[in-house]
């Protein structure tokens, strides 16, 4: 009885100290929370508010860190110290950013269903080990004049076997995960991606009962393909609870070697499937928290130390559904 009576109280004493270390981030003027805000330290590792704005931040779980980052999309950036961090933060709006992009009377006629479908395959060894650091990006070309509004897009995953000796097997028990995904749109700038098409958070939770793609309905956002083409990025934010809510989990390991502690990402699933089967070269990516987030083109050029790249593996086969209109 005395032994279970000290684990409740260690319980509530871990989780009271975890409560007073949480900081949200608030919007200036509504007092709304800032969801999915990217929290950089500045030595390319980082992590994300969660749909409430708060984040995790102690010096227990990140000693060398003296100084946060703080960017949101609609937002002016902000750097702190983390001596003393306030345990709400505000924000503060760009009054013009982004463009109005949205179309409000859409054409009278016909309607026709387009899609790019979604490539994807079964083979662990051709696939990306997702972690929050960065972010894919894939480039989608406009060649007609019709409005283009997308309804469905298309996410390749693959679960993997809790037992490698079975993984060939079908209705094979699959590894247990729940991580969050962010969705977004860039227009086309020079053949990168470049602003945002829109602020909205474009979230979905995919699990080991998701097979092959996760379709993310974004019917009611009204994204438009442009007429010089669009991107649509993946970027994982990191893991939840049951309930869909995004985990406080450290997002890196730090290993001791030779020349010192090196801190390494972690790697979340579900892995993404790469491709050999799209000709053109339209994948891009970037580091979250490095390099000021650049995008850079997915080949051998930028990128020399990839086995993907090494085995032809140059694109990730995001698709999507839209609806193309005709006037009469």
């Known amino acids: 009885m005395k032994s279970f009576t000290l684990i409740i109280i260690c319980s509530l004493f871990c989780y009271s100290n975890l409560i007073t270390a949480q900081t949200q ?39 060398d860190i003296d100084t946060l980052y703080i960017s949101a999309l609609g937002y002016k950036d902000l750097k702190l110290p983390t001596q ?5 933060i505000y924000l503060e709006t760009f009054a013009d950013e982004l463009e109005e992009v949205s179309i409000t009377a859409l054409p009278k006629g016909k309607i026709k269903i387009e899609e790019e479908e ?34 469905e897009v298309y996410i390749p995953i693959k679960t993997e076997a809790k037992d490698w000796r ?43 009962k998701n097979e092959e793609f996760y379709t993310l309905d974004i019917t009611d956002q009204n994204i438009f393909i442009p007429k010089d083409g669009i991107f649509i990025s993946a970027q994982v934010l990191g893991f ?24 390494v990402s972690t790697t979340f699933r579900p892995l993404l499937p790469f491709t050999d089967q799209i000709p053109e070269k339209r994948t891009f990516v970037k580091r979250i928290f490095l390099n000021d987030g650049n995008w850079i083109l997915f080949d051998k050029k930028n ?9 032809g593996m140059n694109n990730y086969g995001i698709g999507y559904k839209a609806k193309v209109y005709y006037e009469n």
């Open 25 to 63: 981030l608030l919007d200036t003027e509504t007092k709304y929370p800032v969801a999915f805000a990217t929290v950089s330290f500045g030595n390319g590792n980082g992590l994300f508010a969660d749909d409430e704005g708060i984040f995790l931040f102690t010096k227990k779980l990140y000693a």
């Open 84 to 88: 003393d961090l306030p345990k709400t």
């Open 118 to 151: 979604p490539v994807f395959h079964d083979d662990y060894h051709k696939c990306w080990l997702p972690t929050i650091e960065s972010e894919i990006a894939v480039y989608f070309p406009n060649p007609s004049q019709q409005t283009k509004r997308i309804t």
């Open 166 to 208: 079975t993984r060939n097997r079908k209705n094979t028990p699959k590894k247990e995960f729940s991580t969050l995904f962010r969705v977004q749109f860039y227009k086309n700038k020079d053949g990168f991606p470049g602003e945002a098409l829109t602020y909205a958070k474009m979230v979905f939770v995919a699990t080991e």
């Open 240 to 263: 939840t609870d049951d309930k869909g809510k995004l985990l406080p989990n450290k997002k890196y390991q730090e290993v001791k070697t030779r020349r010192g502690i090196v801190k």
């Open 303 to 311: 990128i020399s130390n990839s086995n993907l790249l090494a085995t």
